[in-house]
């Protein structure tokens, strides 16, 4: 059984890819034409806050 400290680590890790795949996502959004920079940077602010990651990557 996983002691309550390496689950955290594992679901922060998840959290974290889960905004990496999501922010490359409004990249290639971005890259494509599908959204323009004010509504890629409106949900990156968003995803940030929501998710929690503040200015981290």
């Known amino acids: 059984m996983q002691s309550p400290e ?6 922060d ?16 959004f971005l890259a494509t ?3 323009d920079r004010r509504q890629h940077d409106k949900s990156l602010r968003c995803l940030r806050e929501k ?3 503040g ?3």
Request: no cysteine.
């Open 6 to 11: 390496k689950k955290t680590v594992a679901g």
């Open 13 to 28: 890790e998840k959290k974290r890819e889960l905004f990496l795949r999501q922010k490359a996502l409004l990249e290639t």
């Open 33 to 35: 034409g599908a959204i």
């Open 51 to 53: 998710m929690g990651f």
């Open 55 to 57: 200015k981290m990557p």
